[in-house]
């Protein structure tokens, strides 16, 4: 089966003033159709910069450097302003954090959803509307009809969120890309909405890419996950497998931060600190944090290579073991 997003060798750049950024360095993946991919990893890692580079939305000082990333087979990135501005909401969506800062504060839950639609699917009013109302009731929202005439500071989080959500879907896109998700909500409402995107997932059967740092989320929801660390891929593989053996010693520190409900909910945090952007490390970017770097590691940056079935590691100790 082809892939439906394919990235290969993408570089995102942010140029300031004294010092240029490298936040997504040479990275490759792809989505297959239907599947969840987990996107994970701390907090500056390259994740957010990764989805906004796919729809093409970064912003100066930003600028995409180079790579592809082809979508049904087209070059996302050689497309005209037009062409574009047709994908997104059409054929792929996003899902951003904080819904209630995406949502128009003086425009109704009816106009801004309804919208959608007729601008990417040329329907009326009445159609759009019909459409709304069903994507709300999708999404689980009580009494869609009252939620349409609100505005969006008359809702809760999480019913902003599940707006955000029929919004995303109402066109029927082949790729959904949920950028944190469940951010600022309550633990019920967090789980209820990675519920709510498993159970559209099987309706739809539309791809997402999931960005989180809570690799308890990618573990409930992803069918494989893409663990990054200061603008590179670590490790690619299928959830449960790395989960059970993490190749990369940065995906098995963060497996080790996570609490434990065995172990009195106690975590080993990882030593150091995330290395400053402006000026990362030669050779492997983790090499300062890692407790298993030797001379190599810090001369060399590693190549991703290939380990064993549909798994993907960027390791020296990987590699000096397969010889």
């Known amino acids: 089966m082809g892939q439906l997003l394919e990235i290969t060798n993408l570089r995102t750049h942010f140029y300031l003033r004294r010092a240029t950024v490298k936040a997504v360095d040479d990275i490759s993946f792809c989505v297959g159709p239907g599947e969840m991919l987990g996107l994970v990893g701390e907090s500056g890692s390259g994740k957010s910069v990764t989805a906004l580079s796919v729809l093409r939305l970064i ?22 302003e037009e062409e574009i501005n047709s994908t997104r909401g059409r054929t792929i969506t996003m899902i951003f954090q904080n819904p209630r800062s995406c949502l128009n504060p003086v425009l109704k839950v ?4 309804t919208r959608v639609h007729q601008v990417h699917k040329g329907s009326s009013f009445r159609e759009a509307k019909g459409r709304a109302l069903e994507f709300l009731k999708m999404v689980r929202i009580p009494d869609p009809e009252q939620v349409m005439n609100r505005y969006p500071y008359q809702l809760s989080g999480g019913m902003c969120q599940r707006v955000m959500i029929a ?12 950028d944190e998700p469940t951010t600022g909500l309550d633990v019920t409402i967090q789980g209820q909405i990675l519920e709510l995107m498993r159970d559209l997932r099987r309706q739809t059967q539309a791809a ?10 990618a573990a409930e929801t992803c069918d494989r996950m893409v663990v990054m660390y200061c603008g590179k891929i670590m490790e690619i593989g ?32 990882i030593p150091g600190n995330v290395p400053d952007p402006r000026d990362p490390p030669s050779g492997c970017r983790f090499h300062p944090r890692c407790q298993e770097s ?27 073991s397969q010889r």
């Open 59 to 80: 912003q100066p000082p930003g600028r995409i450097i180079s790579g592809h990333v082809i979508f049904q087979g087209r070059d996302l990135l050689t497309l005209s």
């Open 110 to 113: 009816e106009t801004q959803i």
């Open 167 to 178: 919004m995303a879907l109402i066109c029927e896109p082949l790729l959904v890309i949920a």
């Open 208 to 217: 997402q890419l999931l960005i989180t740092h809570d690799l308890g989320v």
């Open 238 to 269: 299928a959830v449960e497998e790395v989960f059970k053996h993490p190749l990369h010693p940065y995906t098995a520190a963060l497996l080790k931060s996570v609490p434990d409900v065995r172990k009195d909910f106690r975590t080993t945090t």
């Open 294 to 320: 030797n001379d190599l590691c810090s001369k060399e940056e590693p190549q991703m290579m290939e380990f064993g079935s549909n798994r993907l590691v960027a390791c020296h100790r990987i590699s000096i």
